[in-house]
């Protein structure tokens, strides 16, 4: 991180809640322009939470904060316009869309992004073949309908695969890692860190240390019941991969019993 | 009928501008009696639970007569320049088109190849005139007089109209296309199309309803009431594949009965692209007749607006080892309203036969409703059936996913309700065919995205 690097993502104190229960309890999380972000937690502590609200689904509720994405205030925003400006969330869960093949899917979103509302078609293809290639999927994925009876392996390969194509400034990541064999994480892996550059950042949601071994972080943070309660370099994932959460937990307990308040900061 | 002319006198001028032979001018008398004596539906019957019949009653409009125009048969390429939407790629790859107004002057065409083959493709009425022996033999057989009050009616007030005629063996390798178009404010029209395949024929026809959007008073869509009748026989061994597109305007009510016979070792593939109308009401079925007769329907119903459909499938399995397939998808949106009633019906003798149907409702609003009812009357036990129906909103977890990649939430919801219907138009082989089909959704699609 160099001190002349510009913010891409800026979120303060978010605070969000589903069906009256408070989720994310106060974020602050700052990305600058080319830089990838881990952020790590136990299941259940949020994570989740923030990707699907910084893109906007419909089912939370924002009680406080604000998020920015290139000077823009995007709480105002609806989940297109937020990706037409660039962001990108790859799903924990991606959803099927039965009777939508992957290649009409993939051209209707590219043309949702041109003023013409066109694409041409022949471009497109030596596009898509191009990215199937490199992500090492059968062509007839192209032909299949978009996640419908894909296996879990499959469904995170299609993620990466739209990431390819649409190009995004700002990328989150949700456990796109969890569940894949050794090769489909090292192909995953290479495919975001082909996708890796100056201007393009990623928020990276994990579990598991292991796919920070093959794209290397330059921030990781750790989650806690919705809180972000660490923030350090590399060495903070290794630490947790060796000792696991529980000292976090006791530190905070520490903090708190010594303070009197429910707040930890790093 | 509120007009001059009583109906027995209609019936009396059709026959009489039509020349058309004592036994037809007789049936529909009959018919016109039997429409006129029956007593309107019994709303308890199942059959009429979703509809009023009243609304399909004729008597504060004007019953259309033919004006002595009668069947022309033209060059092709006269019949492509008739309107813009035929002009260009519509008519390509057609091995006949058959385009008649209010039941008038109707134009056809068919490709020289057929014509020595023996084919027939022209309306009903020159048909009349010309093979008289073969429509004595044919016409209102499937759909007779007895069959309801309003098939009588139809029965009774038919002209143009339009009628296919395959000889044994003749295998017609492109579609024919018959448009039947209302244009007249305040009327009643009644189609009727009639299919013979013999045996080892096959044939495939699109036979589209509709009229012009500003036909009506001020520039709006007329006012129309249509009754109309599809009846299709298909011998030993044919196949036939038959799509009809309900386009109509925005102020007609519809009523329709379609029937199909299929025989030994035959194929009847039959959809339906039901997109226009007010109010609407259809009765649908196909028996199986012969041994291996095989039966595939299919159904795609996008409904908007106020827009009322009421639609009755049945598959009758009457002999042994028959097939019967049913997929049925509908998409509402606004406050529209759908009933489904579909009936697999396997008689005893019906030993070995297999009978599949599935009914699938997808409810883009608050507003709209949709009713799904399946109904079994299996006789013999020896059989394979299965059945599926489901009502449900769209997946608010699916269009956020879309969004999330740049779709707005209408080309969202569009792209879910076409992945919905994909399934049901894929089904058919014929690329030209599929893309037709496609072409009258969309075009109803499009008309939502854009607003
Ligand atoms: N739709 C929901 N309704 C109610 N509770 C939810 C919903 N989604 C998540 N939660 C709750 O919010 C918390 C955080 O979940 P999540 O963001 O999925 O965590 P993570 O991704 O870190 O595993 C959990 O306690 C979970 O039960
Ligand atoms: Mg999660």
Known sequence: MSDNSHPLFEVQNLKVAIDGNEILRGVDLTINEGEIHAIMGRNGSGKSTMAYVLMGHPHYEVLDGSVKYKGLDMLDLDTDERARLGMFLAFQYPMSIPGVTVAKFLHSALKAREESGEVAVREFRTNLNEAMNLLGVDSSFASRYVNDGFSGGEKKRLEILQMFMLEPDFCILDETDSGLDIDALKTVAEGVNAMRSEQRSMLLITHYQRVLNYVKPDVVHVMMDGKIVRTGGIELAETLEENGYEWIEQELFQNTEATGIGTAEA | ?451
Not at chain 2, 119 to 133: H, M, W
Not at chain 2, 273 to 290: P, S
């Open chain 2, 1 to 451: 009928m509120s007009t001059l002319m009583s109906g027995a006198e209609a019936v009396r001028t059709i026959a009489q501008v039509g020349n058309e032979p004592d036994w037809l001018g007789h049936w529909r008398l009959q018919a016109w009696e039997s429409y006129e004596g029956a007593p309107l539906p019994d709303r308890v019957a199942h059959l009429w639970r979703y509809s009023e019949p009243e609304k399909f009653l004729i008597d504060k409009v004007e019953p259309l007569l033919p004006d002595g125009s009668t069947g022309q048969a033209v060059d092709p390429t006269i019949v492509r320049t008739l309107s813009d939407k035929f002009a260009s790629e519509a008519t390509q790859g057609l091995a006949g088109l058959l385009i008649q107004q209010d039941m008038r002057a109707p134009k056809f065409s068919l490709e020289e190849e057929w014509r020595e083959a023996g084919v027939i493709f022209c309306d009903l009425s020159s048909a009349v005139e010309q093979y008289p022996q073969i429509l004595e033999k044919h016409l209102g057989k499937q759909v007779s007089i007895e069959e309801s009050k309003f098939a009588a009616l139809n029965a009774a007030l038919f002209s143009g109209g339009v009628f296919l005629y395959v000889p044994s063996g003749v295998e017609i390798n492109a579609p024919l296309h018959a448009v039947h178009q209302s244009n007249q404010d305040l009327a009643a029209i009644f189609p009727r199309t009639l299919v013979v395949l013999e045996e080892g024929a096959s044939a495939i026809l699109i036979d589209e309803y509709g009229n012009t959007p500003d036909a009506g008073s001020n520039g709006a869509a007329p006012r129309v009431i249509a009754h109309a009748v599809t009846e299709a026989s298909i011998d030993k061994n044919s196949q036939l594949q038959y799509f009809n597109v309900q386009n109509w305007g925005a102020r007609t009510r519809s009523h329709y009965t379609q029937k199909i016979h299929v025989g030994r070792d035959a194929q009847a593939v039959s959809g339906g692209i039901v997109l226009g109308g007010i109010y609407n009401k259809a009765d649908i079925r196909t028996e199986l007749l012969g041994a291996n007769a095989y039966s595939e329907m299919i159904g795609v119903l996008l409904g908007d607006s106020l827009q009322h459909f009421d639609n009755h499938t049945e598959h009758v399995h009457v002999h042994s080892h028959t097939y019967s397939d049913l997929d049925f998808k509908v998409v509402l949106e606004d406050e529209a309203r759908s009933a489904y009633t579909g009936l697999i019906r396997i008689d005893l003798e019906a030993a070995d036969s297999e009978a599949y149907q599935e009914n699938r409702n997808l409810l883009l609003d608050k507003q709209c409703r949709a009713e799904s009812i399946p109904e079994l009357e299996i006789l013999n036990e020896d059989v394979r059936c299965t059945h599926g129906a489901t009502v449900g909103p769209i997946d608010e977890e699916q269009v956020f996913y879309l969004m999330t990649r740049g779709l707005p939430r209408r080309a969202a919801e569009r792209a879910i309700v076409e992945g919905f219907f994909a399934p049901v138009l894929d089904r058919i082989e014929d690329k030209a065919m599929h893309g037709r089909l496609w072409n009258y959704v969309r075009g109803k699609l499009e008309t939502k995205t854009n607003r």
